[in-house]
């Protein structure tokens, strides 16, 4: 495990995403769920990308889920990994996987979301290994 921390960009926040951000603030991770069609969707948006309703609500996930693919960047002053993580709502979202070996991440490896700081902006989430 690198003893260098990575720092974190602020994230760009507009009205639309902005709950998303106020829930990480709070420790939970959210996500948008269409109450015409029942679909959750992940990067939220006010507009279902399934049936293009706008009746669209933020729920709150279990912050679970598995790697579907990562990356390992090495070619950078602070190493880390990039990836897709599945969640158990079903949605995948990418993120980066921290607090772990870089060497021992795997494809189907089970994780837990944990929110880390960024520079002047709200926490944003990443996971690591459940």
């Not at 158990?88 to 089970?110: F, P």
């Not at 880390?116 to 989430?125: A, E, F, L, M, R």
Request: net charge positive; hydrophobic share 40%; charged share 20%.
């Amino acid at each position: 495990m690198s003893t260098v921390e990575r720092k974190y960009p602020a994230p760009a926040v507009n009205p639309e995403i902005k709950p998303f951000f106020d829930a990480a603030a709070e420790g939970k991770l959210a996500l948008k769920k269409c109450a015409a069609c029942g679909q959750i969707h992940h990067y939220p948006r006010a507009i279902c990308p399934f049936c293009g309703s706008e009746r669209t609500e933020w729920i709150s996930a279990s912050g679970r889920g598995t790697i579907y693919s990562f990356s390992v960047m090495r070619r950078v002053p602070v190493p880390y990994a990039i990836a897709y993580v599945t969640l158990e709502e079903g949605v995948t979202m990418m993120t980066n996987i921290v607090d772990c070996s870089l060497d021992a991440i795997r494809i189907g490896q089970r994780v837990k979301v944990v929110f880390k700081p960024t520079d002047g902006g709200p926490p944003v989430p990443m996971f690591g290994p459940a």
